[in-house]
Nanobody, 127 residues
Framework: QVQLVESGGGLVQAGGSLRLSCAASGLTVSHYAMGWFRQAPGKEREFVARVTWGAATSYYADSVKGRFTISRDNAKNTVYLQMNSLKPEDTAIYYC????????????????????WGQGTQVTVSS
């Protein structure tokens, strides 16, 4: 059974940093592109970042580019999202998910192309 468990969320002041973790079981993260999404109250879930399965190339939403970094530790079967220079508009529940197809190279930012969602971790940025 595949399980993704996010952690590391919390309350932080604007300009601060947080590091989110996504620990996977029942799935080998090195075989899948992994993504982070977020959902703010009253808004749709939106793509944040993706790391490819092979060369570990990363892709980011324009809103977080230059501030967030996605990475993967294959030995720990864990994906991370380092978030710096946080803004109040970054406040949301953050979810990690695995691409629903292993070894897919095409970059997709659509949530429908991801499966095995975690339960999410709340990030709140105060102004």
């Amino acid at each position: 059974q595949v399980q993704l468990v996010e952690s590391g969320g919390g309350l932080v002041q604007a300009g601060g940093s947080l590091r989110l973790s996504c620990a996977a079981s029942g799935l080998t993260v090195s075989h899948y592109a992994m993504g982070w999404f977020r959902q703010a109250p009253g808004k749709e879930r939106e793509f944040v970042a993706r790391v490819t399965w092979g060369a570990a190339t990363s892709y980011y939403a324009d809103s977080v580019k230059g501030r967030f970094t996605i990475s993967r530790d294959n030995a720990k079967n864990t994906v991370y999202l380092q978030m710096n220079s946080l803004k109040p508009e970054d406040t949301a529940i953050y979810y990690c998910a695995a691409d629903n197809r292993p070894f897919r190279s095409i970059v997709t930012t659509h949530s429908a192309d991801y499966a095995n969602w975690g339960q999410g971790t709340q990030v709140t940025v105060s102004s």
